[in-house]
């Protein structure tokens, strides 16, 4: 392996010893451990490892350290999986009639603040193509009626399965996905609501919000499921609001709250931070990175 | 009139010349106009204002004054009650088994950061007296059973009245009030819930909140109704969390943040800058006070 | 005039009388008032208005208008300035290297969130140019050294002037303005610095922040005044950071604070909510607008 | 050792495989290590650890194991501390005036949320005694002029000594303390001060930010050191303020701020969560404690 930083992410029933076991595994190998963050869920019994290694003082390659690896994954009943650094993941960007999310996603990619390809984006109307144009990204429009609904599904996974996508963004993308389409991308699919959930899950979280009189108005960034808003909660976001403001005021505060949640969502999945354990996604902060 | 704040709230629909009409009123009987606030909801057409005037310059009566107003209220269809200043509002609190409200409320009574007289504390459990003596006040222990339900909130109710109490403070208290006894004192119940409602209604907040693994964990303050954590929001806040913190971590963590949200529902509402207006509270800002 | 928001901002000596007589002023003149905010600064005994009037119902001419206003306004010694909402406002962003307010500036301009003209960017930089041409904004390059800055300085109050310009933006624009220059654009030019302000004034806020060990980064949107970082204050935000924050890190996470505290300051003064009263900012905020 | 959680925290230069030889260290001797936190500064090459053991299933002595951990230590130049968690820490707390931060930390201690015994109250004024009656912790009033200064601070020292106190927090004892008392207790004194610094050193602080204008405002805690405000920041944190706000409104909202930031540094300093280097304090998280 060249100078390159590897990540592995590790799951497995709680028991003596794992921190040693693991980090002297690497160490043996000739790693350089440039972090180590754990986390143990004494409710569920349950321990989860990020570790992030300096290749350079190794000779091994890939496979070799994968073979090794699995001779301490398998009794300790590893779920885990490692990134090498070394490809940049493919990023596709879904939206409907929503831009801020789009531009802001689009801005940290051009500027190399998101450390990923972003090789499409996708949409149900046309509305957003003049900004795909602006940044030099493919833009495809899939219109969706009722009737075409599993037709268009199937072209868009087409599209995601051409192009290697290894992430989907749904950036304000007002549609319902399908459970297979959603369970063929498991994990791979993040949604920003325009609410903090579990509050306002569905249509209409502004409206609904001013209706309700509440003080706060926030976004949350999520890995989509089946059940809609209810999947692993990434990031969550809010600020405060009064009584002065309408449901369009509530809108245009929210944009901002749903830009930064989505974008911190994103770099947290690129950057190999997030586990997902059931419904809770375990969100490693950065190590000094 | 002394050397008083008075302050007018009014409520009414919305039409031109309102805050003319009102400020030229007060302006001619000699007031001397501290702040004046207003808030028009144009979805509903409606006006709200509040309005602090120093009775320096005047030698008005309160009859005469009220009496004046009258002829200025009915056309224009005002809904509008005034404080004179001139007496502290009296206050029960009512708790169970949490400290952390009672202790940070009593100590802004106690340093006077609190303007109101506590009067009493009342209890279905005799757990918290200490804290009662540590700052004199008198501790009431209600028991309360399914079947005597009623019957203790008949002896609740006789105190409050007993004691002519102003404002109720559900600090924690972990009894569902009757409807009759919400009715009797509406908009004069505020309680504290520990999530940041519409999120978490109900029982068990923080175990919930755990569970759904939120980012973020609240508290609300809101006039107590029929419907159970339904009533209008007069505060709220939130402190980010993470995937580390138990249920237990949860409830330590909100402690914080729903004594500092009580206390300033309750300060607000001391300080006559809330009209409720149908399930919405509009919480005036201070100005300058 | 037509169908448009007006909004009237006034300065002036406390004194009896002021909302009732202002009010009543517009109220005669035919115009509904949308809202009025107050404040009065009682340590130094000034008053503060900002009225926005809709001028549906009125004949009444610009001319007419001010010349009547004048006899109100000259005895009580008023400061003010009127907006007739007719005329968007002339905007030049001045910027170096460093690209992500200035994406947010546009973004946010092309969506039409921010009311105004962006009419040109000014840069001592050819390094953004490419996002002038993609928001379709003329870039113009005016490179300075030691010896050629009043010259440089000269060539842009030129651009300014022949493009009737209302507002300058310094958007992370690295070089020190003349009084001169500063002074010919009073209240005019808006700065932001990397920093939670008064903390880190001058260079390298980011390095000094990590030097320091806080706990809060931070970014400040204020006017340019001669004394550099000294100006008044319009908006403030931070975000908790950690000690695994290195400058790097710190400089990424401040970007996001820079932006939205920039976009907020900007709309803030383009939306007429700003009063400049010695080196504070009255900042009024949106009245359900 | 008996059922306890033992902390190890540990400061010493970077070098490969330290976290794999500590934590391999602890598994041999029969530990659980229930949470493993590191920080690798790579500016100043220094790598931080703090390491929380359970030692159900170990016989060793604590003599034993400090020997043995000394064997690692040494040759890895380990500057390190252990707390084995049997005993509470002696607290000393220092006030004038203000009683807000006394009253808070003393609800915690009495509530079982601070773990710790505050052996006494130690204040330059008799003002605040009847707060130490209502907790019945001892209160000692060393009242000190300008030319008692020194002998009143031996006074101190004296109590301190004589109670065999681990920590002294000063929550706005408004005296400024010896560099010969300062470098007794290093690392052991933690001060609240009124402002985000480093904005507002010294003295005055709401009222300089009145007259900055400042948006924001904030309070402090860091160590004491000779050089006064300059002490390494364990904990900050702001609210949001207006234009509105006097000096006396900064005050009262700065208080909430005080309360929160000082009682979440003591709670770290107690919990074995920092490790001070030069002027940067290390504040570990909590690791599901």
Known sequence: MKSQVVTFLIKCPDQKGLVAKIT???YDKGFNILSCQQYVNSIEDTYFMRIRLNADGTEISKKELEKSFLELATPLEFDWSVNYGDKKQNVAIMVSHTSHNLYDLLERYKEGRLDCNVKMIISNHDK?????????VPYHYLPVKKETKLQ????VRNLLDANAIDLVVMARYMQILSS?????FKDKIINIHHSFLPAFQGANPYKRAYERGVKLIGATAHYATEDLDEGPI???????????S???TLKR??????KLVLARAVKNHLNNQIIVSGNRAIVFPEAGE
């Open 24 to 26: 002297s595994f690497f």
């Open 128 to 136: 957003l193509r003049h900004i795909a144009d602006m940044f030099d």
């Open 152 to 155: 268009q599904e199937t072209q």
């Open 180 to 184: 297979d389409f959603i369970n063929y």
């Open 234 to 244: 990434i990031e969550q976001d809010v600020k405060p609001v009064t009584h002065e």
């Open 246 to 248: 309408t449901p369009t």
């Open 253 to 258: 505060i929210g944009a901002d709250i749903e």
